[in-house]
């Protein structure tokens, strides 16, 4: 069993930064291929990144595409998500998952091949 728990969530204007930080429990976070979602009011949870287990491959939504970085250091068991530029339309909930079934470079963008789930941190932009 992994637990994870996200940190970083909060409020900020149009514009600014936020870095989002997801820590995993067990010895073997570099197995999993992890992500980030988002769920926005009245809107089902939709992929935002993901990362391979060794963080040599990354995939992101197109929206968040040249703004959002995800990455992770396995020594920490975290995983990552920088944003950049952020606007009222990434208002959300951000929750990280982890793919206990991921093959060395894949990044998984669907909900159901995530086996483990964070709690959620809320994101709010005001413009």
């Known amino acids: 069993q992994v637990q994870l728990v996200e940190s970083g969530g909060g409020l900020v204007q149009a514009g600014d930064s936020l870095r989002l930080s997801c820590e995993a429990s067990?010895?073997?976070?570099?197995?999993?291929?992890m992500a980030w979602f988002r769920q926005a009011p009245g809107k089902e949870r939709r992929f935002v990144a993901a990362?391979?287990?060794?963080?040599?491959?990354?995939y992101y939504t197109d929206s968040v595409k040249g703004r959002f970085t995800i990455s992770r250091d396995n020594a920490k068991n975290t995983v990552y998500l920088q944003m950049n530029s952020l606007n009222a339309e990434d208002t959300a909930v951000y929750c990280c998952a982890a793919d206990r079934g991921s093959t060395f470079l894949s990044t998984p963008t669907r909900r159901k091949e995530y086996d483990y789930w964070g709690q959620g941190n809320q994101v709010t932009v005001s413009s």
């Open positions: 990362i391979s287990r060794s963080g040599g491959s990354t």
């Open positions: 067990g010895r073997t976070f570099s197995s999993y291929a």
